[in-house]
């Protein structure tokens, strides 16, 4: 794990994706490995928390899941929004992306899964949970999260915190055509008055 990385307690891992930041699906089998973008994720159950994301059936990292049962869900910075366009817009069927992209990866501590930390604001390894039927009939994933890590610098302590000085960890929404917004403008609701 690089400096900033900590561990966040599985029943807050939730909280990375919740607010819908676009995401880094890493995947390997044998000895491929491959990186997309995805727009389409999102908790699903509380304990254990599983996530659903779309992974569509055309791509190398399906087949990368479906042939290994694991995946990472990396949550890109805005420092690496021209990463996450380029990794979403090619196939790594044409060429290892981690290597054109000069990436390096860790390893996930449950899985083994590749996991990309430089210019990520945290990942969450997760485990492929086999559902036949969707599987054939939709691109939708499950998967039981096994294992979090945040960069403590932009969430600790199970909080985001989204300021000035971590502009470059925020994460990334993506409205379509390459054209994305970033998290910020983080305010606190006033508690609900009885
Ligand atoms: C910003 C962005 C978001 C994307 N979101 C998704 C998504 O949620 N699900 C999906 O299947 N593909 C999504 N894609 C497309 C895949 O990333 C793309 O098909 C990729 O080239 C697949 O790579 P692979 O064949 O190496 O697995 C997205 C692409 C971009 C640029």
Redesign the pocket.
Same mark, same amino acid.
């Given at each position: 794990m690089t400096p900033h990385f900590q561990p966040v307690a599985l029943h807050h891992a939730s909280r990375l994706i919740n607010h819908g930041p !676009?995401v880094l699906v890493t995947s390997a089998h044998g000895a491929a490995r491959?990186i997309?973008?995805?727009? @389409?994720s999102m908790p699903v159950e509380f304990t254990p928390p599983r996530i659903a994301v779309?992974?569509?059936k055309q !791509? @190398? !990292?399906r087949e990368l899941v479906m042939a290994s049962g694991a995946f990472g869900l990396c949550v890109p910075g805005a420092a690496l929004t021209d990463l !996450?366009?380029a990794v &979403? %817009?090619? %196939? &790594?069927?044409a060429g290892d992306?981690f290597a054109q992209h000069g990436l390096t990866p860790t390893r996930g501590p449950v899985l083994g899964v590749p996991l990309l930390e430089d210019g990520c604001a945290a990942w969450l390894e997760c485990r492929l949970i086999p559902e036949p039927h969707t599987e054939r009939a939709y691109?939708t994933c499950f998967a039981e999260v096994v294992a979090a890590a945040a960069d403590a610098r932009i969430f600790a302590d199970g909080h985001w915190s989204f300021r000035e000085d971590n502009a470059a960890l925020q994460t990334i929404h993506?409205l379509g055509a390459g054209n994305f917004v970033r998290a910020g403008g983080m305010w606190r609701a006033q508690p609900p008055t009885a």
């Open positions: !676009t491959n997309m973008a995805a727009a @389409w779309v992974i569509d !791509t @190398w !990292t !996450t366009y &979403g %817009s090619a %196939s &790594g069927r992306k691109d993506h």
